[in-house]
Structure formats: structure tokens, C-alpha cells
């Protein structure tokens, strides 16, 4: 079955930097698109970033040049380098897989990004 492992969360004070891992197993990775989702506390899940298995990425306003989508297909992996790093970037980090659009039925169990003012 899909699986979906994100790492790399934690505390960071506000300017500082993360890096998010998200391993997937069961899947032929290489021809997924990938994504990252977040969800503040007390709020909706938003859409963060989208890579798709040509390397296309978009991002949302709130973290454009800041933060980084990237893949290794050699590795089944996906990344978020995150810099700059906000108090309202606080939130559960999740990575989801999907084939058509911006489908994505594969989640991860996420990770939580706390920032510190």
C-alpha cells in the first residue's frame, strides 16, 4: 500500500529555517505529483506547494520565496526547504501524492512546524 513518511518538523524561532522530508513507499514515485498541505491550528488545510512529476512547482502567495519544493525520484522523496520563517507558518505539515490534477487521494500523517516570535 501508498505510504507517506514526513520528517523534519519541530520548534524554530521566527527568520530561522526548516527542512521537511517526505518519504513514499508503494508508489511508482517518479510519476506522481507531489504536494505540500498545512493546517494552522483551529483553521483549514491550506495548499502550500505542488511539484508534479515534470518538476513543475507552484507555490501559494504566502510562502512564495520562501519556501522550496523539490524531489529526488532516485530517493521516492520529496522536500520543503523553508526559510524565513514565520509565527503564521505554525501549523501540521502534510504531503500528499496524487496522478490526476490536484487530486491527491495519498497522505502522509504529517508533521508539526512551530514557530517562535
Known amino acids: 500500500q501508498v505510504q507517506l513518511v514526513e520528517s523534519g518538523g519541530g520548534l524554530v524561532q521566527a527568520g530561522g529555517s526548516l527542512r521537511l522530508s517526505c518519504a513514499a513507499s508503494?508508489?511508482?514515485?517518479?510519476?506522481?505529483?507531489m504536494a505540500w498541505y498545512r493546517q494552522p491550528p483551529g483553521k483549514e488545510r491550506e495548499l502550500v506547494a505542488t511539484?508534479?512529476?515534470?518538476?513543475?512547482?507552484y507555490y501559494a502567495d504566502s510562502v512564495r520565496g520562501r519556501f522550496t519544493i523539490s524531489r529526488d525520484n532516485a530517493k521516492n522523496s520529496v522536500y520543503l526547504q523553508m526559510n524565513s520563517l514565520k509565527p503564521e507558518d505554525t501549523a501540521v505539515y502534510y504531503c500528499?501524492?496524487?496522478?490526476?490534477?490536484?487530486?491527491?487521494?495519498?497522505w502522509g500523517q504529517g508533521t508539526q512546524v512551530t514557530v517562535s516570535s
Open positions: 500528499a501524492a496524487g496522478v490526476y490534477g490536484g487530486n491527491y487521494p495519498y
Open positions: 511539484i508534479s512529476s515534470g518538476r513543475s512547482t
Open positions: 508503494g508508489l511508482t514515485f517518479g510519476s506522481y505529483n
